[in-house]
């Protein structure tokens, strides 16, 4: 199977909703809702796409010498292949086809990601079995996922927390904004905006690393570091949780200036190619969550799709490094990209 | 009834002038003259709402913790459900189709407005029927209107407010604008632009509150203040008086830093949703004034149609207060949005 | 006839070439050559157009009260009704349709614009009687009417200075840029850049007041004064002398700056409507020209078109002068337009 | 045969990759792969036209006088009729159509350069004839050519170098940013990225002048002048190596502020016209390469289509020179365009 045959088969699986577009940019699925769509007019999803890719610039550089290119990360005690996460996605059925269950879906991820020495969050959504559904297939997995709780009440968290324990994961993740989601008013138990403490609580309830997703402020992000964050996921939710937002991309690097080297920084939104993960290095990122191109890979090849869009992603890093003249991930800074 | 089967209706209702597009962002209706198009090439239509959709953003910040978000505003001794106005507008059958006259149409949004906890201004035209067509609406809503007096001689508005005092109005307003409206030569009594001490002689007349609608610098916002204007309407009557002014939203923030809080200060111009609310607020406005949408709500549901669409702009400017860690209108401030 | 008809009629006489669009952008005709197009892919036209709509906006005030708006201009020691020239257009039938010579044409719009209280130039071309026509034309009209020499060699143009002469125009004009015109090469005599000291040889050949036409920098503009310039045109030639030039708007006002008040500055390029003249007032211009809207209205309503658009161009530039408190030309300045 | 015939011809010959667009701008072909496209989604080579066309004019001044204009250069110690090249263009047949060998291509550009006074780089390829065929039509062009080495090993450089020389060439390249290539992989012999002291080594195993191709820094433009360049290309490889690079004109002036005098500059990407060349030497470049523009003309017209070409690219640049005051290479200075 080639990545081309991948997309053409989830152009038929997906239609009408997704278009699977030659640039996943929010354009063609925009008012699209239920859908792949962002929120309203689409704005902040277009907005994610089109900031990181007309206004990030990458500084060729090819007099380096021939030279190994190491895409290597190290993150909660564990390496992976590259600087790459498949974001968590939820409801995949409700927003692309009845063809592709939530627990499909973390079938073809998780073992697509573990194929190519990345790994993938699970997703969530407003019902129990949208929690527990990611979780036993993280638990199939061996434990090699991120399983996302929403921001239920602490107690509830707390007890949730206990059955996250059991399928041993590598980390948890919180996406706190999941309070603008277009269905966030049917979520039983209810969701709710959390403050410094209850996110400090949620994080000394457990000894696994906790990661605070849906930070777009350096103050919100010191915040999340103030309450024990290991890692935050600067995010918007793909443009989900609003209309009328910054893109992920340009609020970056002030928020990595802002909490220094005191926490981890993922980062999604627009995302597409290895020339997208270097940008979002350059900017501050420790690594990035792709989430749309996944759908997309799993539902045009399911877990074999998954595996094939990372390498391709891979070798793409692999040649932004080659033309930047980065060895590492760590040479991967600031300078190596020009914001026009 | 639902919003969508309101846009559907007024979509059959309003052709072919207004197509009740899915932005209405001056594109379509550009020429379209009579008809709700901006003067000239529509150009200040199209900035009134590109501007204020491209190039302000929310600051998203979901750190705030679960709490009420109070939209409640505090105007003219009045507590309305949110800081939403419906804008004057007349002639309607003129610039819409004949379905609706301006009485009709008073008789959607007034009552329409006030079952959705907000007030709707009465508008004007050319005509004496113009003027007294709302009036009377105004009457028999029980003063919960706010009528819109034109730029007549200073003795006609004299004369005229004896009459609007008998409906006991909250306030009324004056667009000075209206000499650059296209119908603007037929108007009889004339209109004449005003002066700041005819503006006072005006304000001193009655002690109803006066607002000023029409300003577009601070220097004219000013005049206003000194001529004892309880609000002023920053305002350039949705593009209709000329085809290549500012944007209301580009230049509300240097009208506020000049008047300081020694006024009210109202916006039009581009609003369409509670996050186009929220922007305004933050630029400096107290509250909106909105136009062209309600006209579509009133075409395609009447009075229930207004208080949908009011309903929803409500809900929207709760979503967007809840995810920027708002609580109270006062707490939508410049440093919640940012001009990109 | 109504400025209607007027269009209607010309897009009948002046297919295909000109399209008679709505908008006079560049874009229609882009590459077509001969024709309306500019040089090139037409970058120069559209920057004119372009730069002046969308760069250059008005400050609306309209607390000044109502006043008279007079928009008489003092130049060449005569009294024209509005600060607007018919710019100097030749080769009519090369470039639209055999339909109209230059003779017709120079019919047309020199007792056009005098019945309007304004005044045309005279056009030009490679060959004598590219000359002569419209010098015929001027003087059938009383002089009334501005004949523009080619930049031939000193001697020739002394020669037919003294041919200009004996039609007693208000003055006369040189185009120093037709070198760069797509026929240049054609030109017998032969047409030559001039410099500072040929152009102050040409001023004192004649009593006559000289215009300097096509002057694009700061420093070409002083050269023009110190050789005894009346007056100078800011202009590209329509964006038909470069495919890669500036627009004349945007260095308007640093000519302006470099030479004060020691000369009347003429400009053209994009401009349209009556907020455009007010545009480039406010930018530093003393005047305009306008060209290829007075040929449509030429080909489509002859003298009475031209006068009729003359007309509307009045009422536009009074409605833009009402709206931004301006009641004389000499209150256009720059603080009432912002460039954005 | 005319320019236009030229074009028509192309238009059939290289259907159905290359389209022969009005404005050859990266649009049309992209994502066409093999093909003239870009890599990726074609950004770099839009960027490389669109940032020439949009972002740089030309300052008019036609004060200067009537002068000769003197467009020839003096580089590598000959004297060429234009600062214009033909740059290295392999792989034709794979990028557009089976018609055209790499050896053919070199038999039409290579004579055709000759014959309009200017020359032609060789182009190369992943297989060992990519380096042989265009060396063979150099020695038929009586060494009238620069042939172009692919980034091998320093031996397998040396080696050839030796059979470079053999040909008597006026210089030679070698384009360092070959690894980026869509089919670097296949290469054999490798292509490797190379060092300072490599480059230096290379330049040192001959005396032929040594063209660096693939410089986009200031950084590394200064190691390849260490290193002994006897010229730099500022390139990007037409946008073929990179889909997310800056365009070469906007890194132009600052590789020329770091370099000062000490090295010539040549730079390629998106030059069209006598005016791109204008704007590139004005930006800080000795002269440029243009590519598929070339590759069109052989297509075309063969010889006599790339002479056509060139000589249509003489003039526009000598019209250039002529409406900004300009009359030899050395007046084109930054001062004589505006980046705006």
């Given amino acids: 199977m080639t990545y081309q045959e991948v997309l053409e088969n989830a152009r038929k699986r997906m239609a009408p909703r997704c278009k699977v577009c030659p640039e996943c940019n929010g354009i063609a699925c925009k008012g699209i809702m239920p859908g792949p769509a962002g929120k309203g007019a689409s704005r902040t999803f277009q907005r994610n796409y089109a900031w990181l890719s007309d206004h990030v610039k990458l500084e060729m550089d090819v007099t380096g010498g021939d030279q190994e290119r190491n895409m290597e990360l190290e993150l909660f005690g564990k390496t992976f292949a590259a600087p790459i996460f498949v974001a968590p996605m939820g409801l995949i059925s409700l927003a692309y086809t009845e063809d592709m269950t939530d627990k499909k879906y973390c079938d073809a991820v998780m073992p697509g990601a573990k194929a190519a020495g990345i790994l993938a969050f699970g997703g969530g959504g407003p019902k129990a079995e949208n929690f527990y ?14 399983p996302t709780l929403k921001p239920w009440s602490v107690d509830v968290v707390k007890e949730r927390l206990k059955e996250v324990e059991t399928v041993n994961p ?3 993740a919180m996406d706190i904004d999941s309070a603008g989601l277009p269905h966030a008013n049917l979520a039983n138990p209810p969701m709710l905006l959390k403050t410094e403490a209850e996110l400090k609580e949620i994080a000394e309830a457990t000894k696994l690393p906790f990661i605070v997703k849906g930070i777009m402020t350096a103050e919100a992000a010191l915040k999340a570091v103030r309450a024990g964050a290991y890692a935050i996921v600067v995010s918007n939710h793909g443009g989900r949780v609003m209309d009328n937002g910054l893109s992920t991309a340009e609020v970056l690097p002030e928020i990595r200036k802002a909490v220094g080297n005191s926490v981890k ?14 940008k979002m290095l350059a900017l501050g990122a420790d690594a990035v969550l792709i989430g749309r191109p996944y759908v997309i890979a799993a539902y045009g090849g399911g877990a074999e799709g998954v ?31 020009r914001i026009v």
Avoid at 308 to 334: F, G, P, S
């Fill in 133 to 146: 559904e990611p979780l036993e297939a993280i638990r199939e997995n061996g434990g090699w996922g991120i």
């Fill in 170 to 172: 590598i980390a948890f």
């Fill in 265 to 278: 920084i993922l980062v999604d939104g627009g995302i597409r190619t290895g020339d997208d993960v270097f």
């Fill in 307 to 337: 595996a094939l869009y990372t390498e391709k992603l891979k070798a793409e890093l692999k040649d932004a490094m080659t033309m930047t003249n980065c060895t590492a991930l760590t040479d991967i800074t600031m300078d190596k990209v």
